[in-house]
């Protein structure tokens, strides 16, 4: 009888290990994938629903022929909002005004191609940020419930292919764009959306310390309206902000910007900033060649610079999921 | 021996639980795994775990959209390949318009811009000055083609500087912009260049 028990565990105990084993090993292929790869982000200048397509489904096969599950970000960026002669509401494309009825239906038409690009890859998702900016005139309450309201319909728009895809709204909120005020009036707007989606920050910290001490009143730029207690809240403070930030400078000012704002939510709010991932503008860079050598950042330099910084201290130390660079669209 | 026999048979059923499930998850979505929706947000649970309960909350809002998708709650469509029809683009803007950044440009604060098509080409004339110069004019000039594919992309700065730059007229893509400090420049959109 004793024999037969020991015997016993010790087949237990092979049967648990293996067990272990497998676990182990499906845990490490689910979270292995990091953002080893960046994703092209654009700026908008076509009305058409085809290109809109083409684009999600270039993104989808990328990510059906690579192995592994894979999560990443791109952001449409639209131009800043606009009212056509009739009074309805939309952005300019830079030029080929639509309305949020049309932007909505651009951005659905990106999430069925990633969708059906994916193909028998059913994992891979995508987050899809739709973003204005605050440098036109319209930085508004109601300017903001446009937007959230805009998204919601693209949301709804795409839900049949809602298990791939992510649509959330964003903002390239810009220190010399608009004043902290009309910005936080646009933030409310937004918020104040039945069922809003979260947005992404995909703005600047123009004039933000990048060493030094600071206070919760520190001017970003000496005579500007923004302190860093407003970029923090534009980015992170505000309920539905998280920051996906442009991280341009080749000389790390903007990675150190950033840090700092994460920071500053550690020593004056309620935890360092999470932030969403890095945004370049490379590709924007080669195709205008007017960027020079201080603002062409690639994905990789600009994700690492910051992510150094962050993970150089354990307070704000992170793993950003995504990584973004982006470029015109159509292209030349 | 009975004892053992239990034993053994609940490792395999334990083992073959363990395994088919990842392998019928993994054949179903392409030989890809499932991430947690909260992974897929934030990029993993630690960084969840870090966040206040408010930011907890949005994040969990989100979550619960996949969820419900990936469940079928939300139905989801067939991979079917139909591709829209390629459509003309909208019309493009002409006149004077409201001031807007120009696509990847933070340098310059713009006051307003022209906006029209000269032949097949659709043009956009932002005017304003620049950020780190209050007397420093600067116009970006972007240059469309009818498919709206930028062929010119150029950031120019006034030849004097007088301030920030407005237009004020155009005529035949010869554009008249005014400065604050009242002095007129000449913009000519065929040369790409201020008129001396």
């Known amino acids: ?332 | 021996m009975k004892i053992r026999k239990k034993v053994l048979m609940a490792g395999i059923v334990g083992t073959l639980l363990i395994v088919s499930i990842p392998i019928a998850s993994y054949a179903s979505t392409g030989n890809k795994l499932f991430k947690n929706p909260i992974d897929i947000l934030m990029g993993s649970k630690d960084a969840y775990d870090k966040l206040p309960k408010e930011k907890k909350d949005e994040i969990d809002k989100e979550a619960k959209h996949l969820e419900q998708a990936r469940a079928g709650i939300i139905k989801q469509a067939p991979k079917n390949d139909v591709r829209p029809q390629k459509e003309k683009q909208a019309p493009f803007d002409s006149g004077i318009m409201d001031k807007e950044a120009p696509p990847g440009v933070n340098d310059i604060m713009v006051s307003n811009i022209w906006r029209g098509t000269l032949g097949n080409q659709k043009i956009s004339l932002y005017a304003g000055v620049k950020v780190d110069d209050a007397e420093q004019g600067a116009v970006v000039l972007d240059i469309m083609d009818e498919n709206n594919k930028t062929i010119v992309f150029k950031e120019l700065n006034t030849p004097d500087k007088a301030g920030a730059v407005k237009v004020v007229k155009e005529s035949g893509g010869v554009i008249t912009l005014e400065s604050d400090n009242g002095v007129t420049f000449t913009f000519n959109v065929n040369n790409q260049d201020f008129q001396k």
């Not at chain 1, 015997?7 to 994938?33: D, G, T």
């Not at chain 1, 083409?54 to 009212?83: M, P």
């Not at chain 1, 605050?134 to 930085?139: A, R």
């Not at chain 1, 020079?292 to 994905?299: D, K």
Request: glycine residues 8%.
């Open chain 1, 1 to 332: 009888m004793f024999v037969n028990q020991t015997s016993s565990l010790k087949w237990l105990s092979i049967v648990v290990a293996f067990m272990m084993a497998l676990i182990s090993l499906q845990l490490s292929y689910a979270e292995a994938a990091q953002p080893d790869d960046y994703t092209t982000s654009y700026y908008i200048k076509t009305s058409s629903t085809s290109d809109l397509y083409t684009l999600g489904y270039n993104l989808g096969q990328r990510d059906y022929n690579k192995s592994g599950t894979q999560t990443n970000a791109v952001i449409l960026f639209f131009g800043a909002q606009q009212k056509n002669a009739s009074g309805v509401w939309g952005a300019s494309l830079w030029g080929t005004f639509q309305t949020n009825a049309q932007i909505a239906t651009l951005a659905s038409e990106f999430a069925r191609g990633y969708y059906v690009g994916t193909s028998s890859d059913t994992a891979s998702t995508t987050t899809i940020i739709l973003s204005t900016n605050n440098s036109g005139s319209l930085i508004t309450s109601e300017a903001g419930q446009q937007w959230a309201n805009m998204v919601l319909t693209a949301r709804s728009n795409a839900s049949a292919y809602s298990s791939q895809s992510i649509i959330i709204g964003g903002n390239d909120m810009e220190i010399a764009w608009a004043t902290a005020a009309k910005t936080k009036d646009w933030i409310s707007g937004y918020d104040g959306v039945q069922g809003r989606a979260i947005y992404y920050d995909t703005g600047d910290a123009a004039g933000c310390p990048t060493s030094g001490t600071y206070s919760t009143s520190t001017q970003c730029i000496s005579g500007n309206t923004w302190s860093i207690d407003d970029v923090h809240y534009k980015a992170y403070g505000a309920p539905p902000a998280w920051p996906l930030p442009q991280i341009y400078t080749t000389n790390g000012s903007q990675a150190a910007q950033w840090y700092r704002i994460s920071l500053y939510g550690y020593d004056y709010k309620s935890g360092a900033v999470q932030v969403k991932g890095t945004l370049s503008q490379y590709q924007a860079c080669q195709q205008t060649n007017s960027c020079g050598t201080s603002t062409n950042n690639t994905a990789a330099q600009a994700y690492n610079s910051l992510s150094t910084l962050l993970n150089g201290n354990t307070h704000t130390a992170q793993t950003m999921p995504f990584s973004t660079d982006v470029k015109h669209y159509p292209q030349w």
